[in-house]
T-cell receptor, first 116, second 115 residues
């Protein structure tokens, strides 16, 4: 199983809504990531969790709140978003960088988020 | 400050010919480089990677070359197939320095392979 599963695939939410994006992997990876990708731009890192602990927050606004309940799950809680937050949100996982030098990150299919 | 650059937004090649996608980087701490392929509305799919201790890595039709002195890498696809048409992202990480697996992506190159 080399799959990272993200739900939902599409989400439309109002600026006052609270919603959550979910990500799951069963590859035994202990590093999980949230990336954001705007149209015609590269993915940009938002958060890194290593062994279920937040290790990197790339100065992301507090309206995005990550959570790692266990080694297989990663959530992104959304509250009071702005229309400019509309993007493709990608989850990824990888073995911790120290485990093996040559390791790649596996990405999910993403959640297409539209804030109205 | 773009640490990973793909200067060609698009590339068009004929089926059966070679596709060469280029990538430049500025951060000398990068020690691991990857190429991802992406279709619209899907997540990036890993293609091939190379560690900074090597200058070439080959996997089937895909070969990545690394020139550390020039801070340049390239992806060669031979022979190109119409199914290779997608956006290709170059990515880099500084594993020894940061130990986080954080990837920095280039802007992407859209490859079109014509039948």
């Amino acid at each position: 199983d080399t799959e990272v599963t993200q739900t939902p695939k599409h989400l439309v939410m109002g600026m006052t809504n609270k919603k959550s994006l979910k990500c799951e992997q069963h590859m035994g990876h202990r590093a999980m990531y949230w990336y954001k990708q705007k149209a015609k731009k590269p993915p940009e890192l938002m958060f890194v969790y290593s062994y279920e602990k937040l290790s990197i927050n790339e100065s992301v606004p507090s309206r995005f709140s990550p959570e790692c309940p266990n080694s297989s799950l990663l959530n992104l809680h959304l509250h009071a978003l702005q229309p400019e937050d509309s993007a493709l949100y990608l989850c990824a996982s990888s073995p911790p960088a120290g485990a093996r030098m040559n390791t790649e990150a596996f990405f999910g299919q993403g959640t297409r988020l539209t804030v109205v | 400050d773009q640490q990973v650059k793909q200067n060609s937004p698009s590339l068009s090649v004929q089926e059966g010919r070679i596709s060469i996608l280029n990538c430049d980087y500025t951060n000398s701490m990068f020690d691991y480089f990857l190429w991802y392929k992406k279709y619209p509305a899907e997540g990036p799919t890993f293609l091939i990677s190379i560690s900074s201790i090597k200058d070439k890595n080959e996997d089937g039709r895909f070969t990545v070359f690394l020139n550390k002195s020039a801070k340049h890498l390239s992806l060669h696809i031979v022979p190109s197939q119409p199914g290779d048409s997608a956006v290709y992202f170059c990515a880099a990480s500084a594993k020894r320095a940061s130990n986080t697996g954080k990837l920095i992506f280039g802007q992407g190159t859209t490859l079109q392979v014509k039948p």
